[in-house]
């Protein structure tokens, strides 16, 4: 892994153990959690809660993509 992509995935490992990117993520999740489809009133809403929906599951999995990505490469280096 070069020096730039150390730093790269160091950077983001940081900002997810503060307290400020748990909040968000925990806000995300309650947006998600509290979608009802007896809401949603046409399909103009529909479209919309649609992709709103698949924009924040990208937020609160974009960690996971990271770690994971992070641990791969590290992997790799150590082979």
Do not use: C
């Amino acid at each position: 892994m070069s020096p730039e992509e150390q730093k790269y995935y160091e950077t983001y490992l940081d900002l997810f153990i503060h307290d400020g990117w748990k909040q968000f993520v925990s806000e995300i999740e309650d947006i998600l959690d509290n979608y009802r489809i007896e809401d949603i009133k046409d399909e103009k809403q529909l479209a919309f809660v649609k992709g709103e929906r698949a924009a924040l599951y990208r937020v609160r999995r974009f960690a996971n993509g990271i770690k994971n990505t992070y641990d791969q490469m590290q992997e790799r280096d150590n082979a």
